[in-house]
Structures are given as structure tokens and as C-alpha cells.
């Protein structure tokens, strides 16, 4: 399985953007990149995912490199309410049932500060 | 309300006591699956379905057995715990495709359950 590289830990200030860096140098032509997140005492939570283009929805914006090998999750105006471990998962959409397995690293732990 | 249910949300047992925790999702998925989670090694794979009566392992299936006699019903039998069985655990659904779409690719987490084997 293709891995994903992120930082252990971001902080930001409230009301302010916060760009979440992963690395997938091996990701492969058909992994979708997935993120997914986890506040606390609770079960992850999808966010976004994409394939090759920039995303958008109501939670965030994921930015993806021209050659696919790391991306960014964008949350635009942070609130203490995302205050959670973010997830940047690779997801392989040619093989249903292996694909649907989500192989979760160690995430990165985001702080917002009020 | 999509969701994912879970239960029991916390339980504590004995070692040896068979148990078991049921997981139900109304979504009509056909992909369901069962996670645990540790500290620093997160979440793994337990057990995984592909529908009514398909089930495959994980990759940490040991100690663990999964049934999928209904579609929306998924539940994690443990018919000897033991205390390394002391875990989060979740359950997860999901449409079972490779479309693009957000509805292909979104899986439903449950609550959790809280293991303790003593």
C-alpha cells in the first residue's frame, strides 16, 4: 500500500487558514487521496477526497501537486470545534475491497488556539 | 439519520468471557468493516465485508470472528478475550464502487466501543 507522510502536529489561532501538508511519493494512477478526520472520543469522520484536481466542499479544500505527490488539506477559518487528528489516506478505487480498507498513519494532531 | 451504531459503547470483561459487539448501519452499505485503535499504532483493520455472507480478514483478524448474516448488521465476536483485546474499537460502512462521487468514497464511523479485558 501506497503511505502517506504528515506532520505529528500543527497549531493555529482561531478564525485563521490552515494548510495541512501530506507526502505520497509512491501514490500510484488510480489512489484517490482521502482525508479523514478524528475529534476527540469519537470515530473518523470523512472530510474530502480527490483524484487530480483541487477540491472544494463545505468542510475544507484539498490542493493537489501537478505530479500527485503530496497535497494539502486547507481549512479556511479554523474553529476550536476542529480541534482533531487529520488523516491523509490513499485510497485505491481500481480494487473495491481492498480500496475500501483505509490505512490510517499516525495523522497529524491540530491545535486551535482561542 | 445516516449513521452508524454501535454497541456496547463501553464495556468491561473478563478474560475468557465470550462477548460481543453489534454494529448496525441503516445505508443500505454493502461494505462494512471493523477497526481497532491503539495508542501509536492507530487505527487497523479487524475484519471486513463485502456483503450478506462475505467476510475476509483484516489485518489483525486473530481472536476475532465477524458474521454478516444481514445486510445492515456487521457484529465482532470475541469467544475468548484476552487483555491484548483491550482497544477502541470501530465499526465502518460504506457503498461498496469505484465511482467518483463523494457517495462512493465516504465511510460512516460508528461511536466506538471501549474494551477492557482483565
Known amino acids: 500500500d501506497a503511505k502517506t507522510t504528515q506532520p505529528n502536529s500543527m497549531e493555529s489561532n482561531e478564525e485563521e487558514p490552515v494548510h495541512l501538508p501530506c507526502n505520497h511519493s509512491?501514490?500510484?494512477?488510480?489512489?484517490?487521496i482521502h482525508w479523514y478526520r478524528q475529534l476527540p472520543s469519537q470515530g473518523p469522520e470523512y472530510v474530502i477526497h480527490?483524484?487530480?484536481s483541487n477540491v472544494n466542499n463545505r468542510m475544507a479544500s484539498l490542493a493537489i501537486a501537478e505530479d500527485r505527490k503530496s497535497s494539502t488539506l486547507i481549512l479556511h477559518r479554523a474553529t476550536l470545534r476542529d480541534a482533531a487528528v487529520y488523516y491523509c489516506?490513499?485510497?485505491?478505487?481500481?480494487?473495491?475491497?481492498?480500496?475500501?480498507?483505509?490505512?490510517f498513519g499516525g495523522g497529524t494532531r491540530v491545535l486551535v488556539k482561542p | 439519520e445516516a449513521q452508524v451504531t454501535q454497541n456496547p459503547r463501553y464495556l468491561i470483561t473478563v478474560t475468557g468471557k465470550k462477548l460481543t459487539v453489534t454494529c448496525s448501519q441503516n445505508?443500505?452499505?454493502?461494505?462494512m468493516s471493523w477497526y481497532r485503535q491503539d495508542p501509536g499504532l492507530g487505527l487497523r483493520q479487524i475484519y471486513y465485508?463485502?456483503?450478506?455472507?462475505?467476510?475476509d480478514k483484516g489485518d489483525v483478524p486473530e481472536g476475532y470472528k465477524v458474521s454478516r448474516k444481514e445486510k445492515r448488521n456487521f457484529p465482532l465476536i470475541l469467544e475468548s478475550p484476552s487483555p491484548n483485546q483491550t482497544s477502541l474499537y470501530f465499526c465502518?460502512?460504506?457503498?461498496?464502487?469505484?465511482?467518483?462521487?463523494?457517495?462512493?468514497?465516504?465511510?460512516?464511523f460508528g461511536p466506538g466501543t471501549r474494551l477492557t479485558v482483565l
Open positions: 465502518a460502512s460504506s457503498l461498496l464502487g469505484t465511482g467518483t462521487s463523494v457517495s462512493y468514497n465516504e465511510q460512516f
Open positions: 509512491t501514490i500510484s494512477g488510480t489512489d484517490y
Open positions: 480527490g483524484l487530480t
Open positions: 489516506i490513499l485510497r485505491d478505487y481500481a480494487r473495491p475491497a481492498a480500496g475500501n480498507k483505509l490505512t
Open positions: 445505508m443500505n452499505h454493502e461494505y
Open positions: 465485508s463485502m456483503n450478506v455472507e462475505v467476510t
